[in-house]
């Protein structure tokens, strides 16, 4: 069935320092990948998305890249800040209306 | 702003019981989910709707029904509550019936079935 691999599923770095966290998912016919964060006792939001015709967006500190021959994606997020620790959920969308998440990563940030 | 508001921030059941989680959002939107969160897990989808009165099942039905007879509100049903289905239940909504929306979460119901 439809799934997608997160890794790791556990990520300390040091405050300053870049974190990159990536996917794979099954289902090439997906156009739609975004990433949640959910920090610690609050509801997961969502940070940033890609769509299948772009290879790279940035935002802010904040980028995804998406590699659709290896049906690969990844959050990368530099300068990283304590208020950057929190749970990160990859998803992708398969067919209508059905987002799969990842199993999510857990970003600490040590100051 | 969207708000997506569940009834209870924590439930305590006992085995056996019929529990209700409720589920209003407020900006007429069509889609709404109902997630459970387990560690390590990630989020799995129970159940969603596209429409009044349509519901569709997702990866882990069994266990569950839902309810959707207003626009605004999306129920999840534990017909018997058993202590496998003790976790955190996420209700989501999204504007258009298209996959490319932003899904808006409530705070969740951390339910313990006892």
Same mark, same amino acid.
């Not at chain 1, 659709?68 to 997020?77: E, G, N, Q, R, V």
């Not at chain 1, 929190?86 to 100051?111: D, E, M, N, P, Q």
């Given at each position: 069935g +439809?799934?997608?691999?997160?890794?790791?599923?556990?990520?300390?770095?040091? +405050?300053?320092?870049?974190?990159?966290i990536k996917c794979t998912y099954?289902?090439?016919?997906?156009?739609?990948?975004?990433?949640?964060?959910?920090?610690?006792?609050?509801?997961?939001?969502?940070?940033?998305?890609?769509?299948?015709?772009?290879?790279e967006k940035k935002d802010q500190r904040i980028a995804v890249t998406l590699?659709?021959?290896?049906?690969?994606?990844?959050?990368?997020?530099?300068?990283?800040?304590?208020?950057d620790s929190?749970?990160?959920?990859?998803?992708?969308?398969?067919?209508?209306?059905?987002?799969?998440?990842?199993?999510?990563?857990?970003?600490?940030?040590?100051? | 702003d969207v708000k997506v508001t569940q009834s209870s921030r924590y439930l305590v059941k006992r085995t056996g019981e019929k529990v209700f989680l409720e589920c209003v959002q407020d900006m007429d939107h069509e889609n709404m989910?109902?997630?459970?969160?387990?560690?390590?897990?990630g989020l799995r989808l129970i159940y969603f709707s596209y429409d009044v009165k349509m519901k569709e099942k997702g990866d882990i039905p069994e266990g569950y029904s839902v309810s959707?007879?207003?626009?605004?509100?999306?129920?999840?049903?534990?017909?018997?509550?058993?202590?496998n289905q003790t976790s955190m239940y996420l209700c989501a909504s999204s504007l258009f019936p298209s996959v490319d929306e932003k899904l808006f979460f409530g705070s969740g119901t951390q339910l313990s079935v006892l």
């Open positions: +439809e799934n997608v691999e997160q890794h790791p599923s556990t990520l300390s770095v040091q +405050e300053g320092d870049s974190a990159v099954s289902d090439s016919a997906s156009n739609y990948f975004p990433w949640y964060k959910q920090e610690l006792g609050k509801r997961p939001q969502l940070i940033i998305d890609i769509r299948s015709n772009v290879g590699n659709k021959t290896a049906k690969h994606f990844s959050l990368h997020i530099t300068e990283t800040q304590p208020e929190a749970v990160y959920f990859c998803a992708f969308t398969s067919g209508t209306y059905k987002y799969i998440f990842g199993t999510g990563t857990r970003l600490k940030v040590l100051a | 989910f109902w997630y459970r969160q387990d560690p390590g897990l959707r007879e207003k626009k605004e509100r999306f129920s999840l049903i534990l017909e018997s509550a058993s202590t």
